[in-house]
């Protein structure tokens, strides 16, 4: 899409505002399941916690998706956007045995990360199949706030407790009908992520009835010109030739299935945000957005370095800026950035704000969460509508 579309959508819904472009949805689900498209049971679970509007889960429904949940409430967010319990998956990790048997008797497939939680469900529910997520203690990239694999990680059952994980399943005859693993965002060596995945096949021929194995996600897309991004076509090489060979030694039908949030959604997404100011301080230019980290909280919370563009004023002379919010605390998004000539009313865009953004959003400094635009055919549709005074008092009680 193109900036002038982005301009008129910001005159039309206000901002800040987030815009998510259906095409570019539709092509990174394409450019996966194509370069997997020799394996004939493929599986794309859209990870929802990434962009949970239920018109984008709406969207992905469309093109063929399934998905992967983290909470009750993702599950029924689901089921009311028309997804069926069998097309969602559900991996919670340290959620209550109460959530986790709710999500049961929806019926959608349960995912577990925990011995004891193992066992206490065999237990209870031993007809209920159950799949099991695995840590391989492989870290396939990433900073030590988004890799899941490693020794310490909360997530997964150690690969090294598989002689327990056995004992309970026959202990209970309870029946483990998947096998899981998500090493973490932001895979950058398919080399690594192919070692995890040998890992996964041992463990999986522990088990005599499986039906699919889960290989998570954490395919990296490119924030910047320079950044690299997941080989998808290479690693759907590799990776389908070795799930083919263990296939047949299995001898039994798999599923592969992926969980994609970020590779799915990260680009489709644009923030737009107006500058209320620009302040020249004895060292830098700030120039101050009527946003913060409470709709965009990435950059101060991981780092994440957003690419900003001035659309009012793309052919501008590029100087030096910080971009700060609104918010009454350090809330920078940029340091020391080079963008076209800013002017205190023009439209700053950030890129890749599919994911991870709208979604970890908040009201703090009592701000109201931006308004939701989906921009399929030429056209913007409103999918989530601004906040408004009401929305903040909602569930507040004078006294
Ligand atoms: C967050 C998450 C994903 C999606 O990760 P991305 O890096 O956004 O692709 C997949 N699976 C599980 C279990 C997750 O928690």
Redesign the pocket.
Known sequence: MQSQDLVKLAEEFGSPLYVYDAEKIKSQYDRLSSAFSKVPRLRI?Y?V??LSNIAILQLVKSMGSNL?T?SIQEVKLGLYAGFKPDQIIY?P?GVSFEEIEEAARLGVQI?IDNLSVLEHFGTKHPTVPVCI?INPHVMAGGNSN?S?GHIDSK?GISIHQMPHILRIVENTKMHINGI?M?T???ILDIEVFLYAAEILFEAANNFKELDFLDF????KVPYNKADVETNIEELGKKLTKRFLAFEASYGRELTLAF??????V?EAGYFLAKVNVVKQTTSTVFAGIDSGFNHLIRPMFYGSQHYIENISNPKGKERFYTVVGYICETDTFANNRRIAEIKEGDLLCFRNAG??CYSMSSNYNSRYKPAEVLWKDGKGILIRARETFEDLIKNQILI
């Open positions: 679970n990870a916690k990434a992967d983290v991996t990790n995912n997520r988004i899941v997530f899981h998500h973490g965002s932001d998570g996600s954490g395919f969980e994609p949030g970020k590779f799915l990260s994911a991870y």
